[in-house]
């Protein structure tokens, strides 16, 4: 019964996604002296790459049993960001996605990483394609604009792992004496990292910064809420793999916008930064490379910097 539900909510976020305002514009021409292209997109150098990649692992070790996520024993992740200390795992890796809380004391910064859509879990899978929108919740968010709305499913997701993240942040923050707070996810995960990144900022005093890196990040919330994340939150990436289609749902047709802070990986070593929300006219950025679900491909979902993520990648 599950999967023809899958099926069928996956053809729904096909024609929502054709029918989205998306028009195909070559990207701005200088006019005065060449025929060079201007284009608003920067490319990402070796350093900016290689510097996502120990944050690729701590999203790739959101998915292992949360007792070698405990010890650190989680194969090439954990391996990858040596002496990192984890200090609260949490979730049951389906109805709850593990996550886990910790103190990486080479960046000076509390870490939370949750698990996302493993392909191998339908039903956080299931969780993921139900498409209405409510209000932020008031308690969580409180500050939020009241117009601000963010997918249901995801929202409920989050309010069962924001205390308990809340209160482990406060105390890791308290007994390192760090002043930052980094939120990490993929896919489903990097929606609730969003949340989080947006929770903890509205629930924290300001002088504690908040970033987030998230990676094949599904659409989270409306226009105001992205509004108000990118005022809140000026210091978020979103790492996307070329022909990845998990970015392009939920449809921008049913009213969904991403945030700013796109990185689109593309062939080779090649990336950009794409500056906008969802940068329409910049060929280089998801919504061109991807402007339907049959331009998509579900493999760029699973690897990111060279990096599979996924329950079968702890070893
Ligand atoms: C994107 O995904 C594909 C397919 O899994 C993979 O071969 C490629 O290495 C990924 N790109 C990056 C930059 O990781």
Same mark, same amino acid.
């Given at each position: 019964?599950?999967?023809?539900? #899958?099926?069928?909510?996956?053809?729904?976020?096909?024609?929502?996604?054709?029918?989205?305002?998306?028009?195909?514009?070559?990207?701005?021409?200088?006019?005065?002296?060449?025929?060079?292209?201007?284009?608003?997109?920067?490319?990402?150098?070796?350093?900016?790459?290689?510097?996502?990649?120990?944050?690729?692992?701590?999203?790739?070790?959101?998915?292992?049993?949360?007792?070698?996520?405990?010890?650190?024993?989680?194969?090439?992740?954990?391996?990858?960001?040596?002496?990192?200390?984890?200090?609260?795992?949490?979730?049951?890796?389906?109805?709850?996605?593990?996550?886990?809380?910790?103190?990486?004391?080479?960046?000076?910064?509390?870490?939370?990483?949750?698990?996302?859509?493993?392909?191998?879990?339908?039903?956080?899978?299931?969780?993921?394609?139900?498409?209405?929108?409510?209000?932020?919740?008031?308690?969580?968010?409180?500050?939020?604009?009241?117009?601000?709305?963010?997918?249901?499913?995801?929202?409920?997701?989050?309010?069962?792992?924001?205390?308990? !993240?809340?209160?482990?942040?406060?105390?890791?923050?308290?007994?390192?004496?760090?002043?930052?707070?980094?939120? !990490?996810?993929?896919?489903?995960?990097?929606?609730?990292?969003?949340?989080?990144?947006?929770?903890?900022?509205?629930?924290?005093?300001?002088? !504690?910064?908040?970033?987030?890196?998230? #990676?094949?990040?599904?659409?989270?919330?409306?226009?105001?809420?992205?509004?108000?994340?990118?005022?809140?939150?000026?210091? #978020?990436? &979103?790492?996307?793999?070329?022909?990845?289609?998990?970015?392009?749902?939920?449809?921008?047709?049913?009213?969904?916008?991403?945030?700013?802070?796109?990185?689109?990986?593309?062939?080779?070593? &090649?990336?950009?930064?794409?500056?906008?929300?969802?940068?329409?006219?910049?060929?280089?950025?998801?919504?061109?490379?991807?402007?339907?679900?049959?331009?998509?491909?579900?493999?760029?979902?699973?690897?990111?910097?060279?990096?599979? !993520?996924?329950?079968?990648?702890?070893?």
């Amino acid at each position: 019964m599950l999967f023809p539900t #899958f099926v069928f909510a996956l053809v729904w976020s096909l024609f929502l996604a054709s029918a989205s305002p998306i028009t195909r514009r070559a990207p701005l021409t200088l006019a005065v002296h060449d025929n060079s292209l201007i284009s608003a997109v920067t490319a990402l150098s070796a350093t900016d790459i290689s510097d996502l990649v120990p944050l690729t692992q701590l999203a790739r070790a959101a998915y292992c049993d949360p007792k070698s996520v405990q010890d650190w024993t989680c194969g090439a992740a954990c391996e990858a960001v040596p002496g990192f200390q984890t200090t609260l795992t949490g979730g049951d890796g389906n109805a709850v996605q593990f996550f886990f809380v910790g103190y990486w004391a080479d960046a000076n910064t509390v870490v939370v990483s949750h698990q996302g859509t493993d392909p191998l879990a339908l039903m956080a899978i299931l969780t993921n394609l139900d498409l209405l929108r409510d209000p932020l919740d008031p308690v969580l968010f409180s500050g939020a604009p009241a117009g601000a709305t963010a997918h249901s499913g995801f929202q409920e997701q989050h309010a069962m792992t924001a205390m308990p !993240i809340l209160e482990e942040v406060k105390r890791l923050l308290a007994a390192t004496g760090s002043r930052s707070v980094t939120l !990490i996810g993929h896919s489903l995960g990097g929606a609730l990292a969003e949340l989080d990144c947006l929770f903890l900022a509205l629930n924290l005093p300001e002088n !504690i910064a908040i970033k987030g890196v998230t #990676f094949g990040t599904p659409r989270v919330g409306d226009d105001e809420f992205a509004a108000f994340f990118d005022a809140v939150i000026p210091d #978020f990436q &979103r790492v996307n793999n070329k022909s990845d289609l998990v970015p392009i749902i939920p449809g921008r047709g049913l009213g969904y916008v991403h945030p700013k802070g796109e990185l689109h990986l593309l062939d080779g070593d &090649r990336a950009v930064q794409c500056p906008g929300n969802d940068n329409d006219n910049e060929e280089d950025c998801q919504i061109q490379t991807v402007p339907n679900l049959l331009f998509g491909n579900l493999l760029d979902h699973l690897v990111f910097n060279g990096i599979p !993520i996924g329950s079968i990648f702890c070893f």
